[in-house]
C-alpha cells in the first residue's frame, strides 16, 4: 500500500472524517505566484477546488478533474501532497461532516472559458498573500501562505519511485554485483 493510500484508509474511518483531494492552482503572474480560488457553491466563500476520491484515479489525478469541473483548470498537477487541512462540510442547515484534504499542487496552463460547474461558481486569481487572507481554513491558509512552485522539471520522486536513483553503496553497484 502507497504512503497516499495509508493515509486515505487511516482517515477514513477515523471519528468519522472523510477524505477529499485538492488542488492548489497556481501560476507565475506579473509580480509573484498567483492562486487560483473558487467560490463555494452554498456560501460563497473563497476556497481550492476539491472533492471525493474516484474511483479508478490517483489522489492527485482526483485533484487535477475537481480542478476542471469546478474551475475550467487545465495544467501540470504535481503527484506530491503539498499540505492538509480540515473543514466541516455542510451537508444541510443542520448537518456537517469533518473532512480531511490533502492539496496537491497545480501549475495552470489554461483556464477554459465553458466547464461543468461554471454557472455555480466565481474564480479569481489573487496573489499568495492575499488568497491566504481570503479562505476560512487556517491550516489552508498555512498552506497557501507557505507555497513555493517547484523548480521547473520532473517533480521530485516519492522513495523507491526514481529509476535514476542512484544506487545505496551498502547493495552493490545495482547490477547485481556486490562492492
Same mark, same amino acid.
Given at each position: 500500500?502507497? #504512503? ?20 492548489? !492552482?497556481?501560476?507565475? /503572474? /506579473? =509580480? ?13 466563500? #473563497?476556497?481550492?477546488?476539491? /472533492? #471525493?476520491?474516484?474511483?479508478? &484515479? ?21 503527484? !506530491? !501532497? ?7 462540510? !455542510? ?14 499542487? &497545480? ?17 479569481? #486569481?489573487?496573489? &499568495? ?10 491550516? &489552508? ?9 517547484? =523548480? ?28
Amino acid at each position: 500500500m502507497g #504512503w497516499q493510500q495509508k493515509i486515505q484508509a487511516r482517515d477514513a474511518g477515523a471519528g468519522g472524517v472523510k477524505v477529499q483531494y485538492g488542488a492548489l !492552482c497556481w501560476r507565475d /503572474g /506579473g =509580480k509573484g505566484v498567483e492562486v487560483l480560488l473558487i467560490t463555494s457553491r452554498d456560501t460563497g466563500r #473563497w476556497v481550492i477546488p476539491k /472533492g #471525493w476520491p474516484m474511483p479508478g &484515479l490517483a489522489p492527485e489525478a482526483a485533484a487535477a478533474q475537481e480542478a476542471w469541473e469546478e474551475a475550467g483548470v487545465h495544467g501540470q498537477i504535481n503527484p !506530491c !501532497c503539498i499540505g492538509r487541512f480540515g473543514y466541516q462540510k !455542510c451537508l444541510s442547515a443542520s448537518t456537517a461532516i469533518p473532512c480531511a484534504v490533502a492539496v496537491y499542487g &497545480l501549475r495552470v496552463e489554461s483556464l477554459a472559458s465553458s466547464f461543468p460547474e461554471m454557472k455555480e461558481r466565481r474564480r479569481k #486569481w489573487f496573489p &499568495l498573500d492575499e488568497a491566504a487572507a481570503l479562505v476560512a481554513e487556517p491550516e &489552508l491558509s498555512r498552506i497557501i501562505a507557505g507555497f513555493t512552485p517547484p =523548480k521547473d522539471g520532473r517533480p521530485a520522486p516519492i522513495a523507491a519511485e526514481d529509476d535514476d536513483a542512484a544506487p545505496d553503496p551498502r547493495l552493490g553497484d545495482g547490477k547485481g554485483r556486490g562492492h
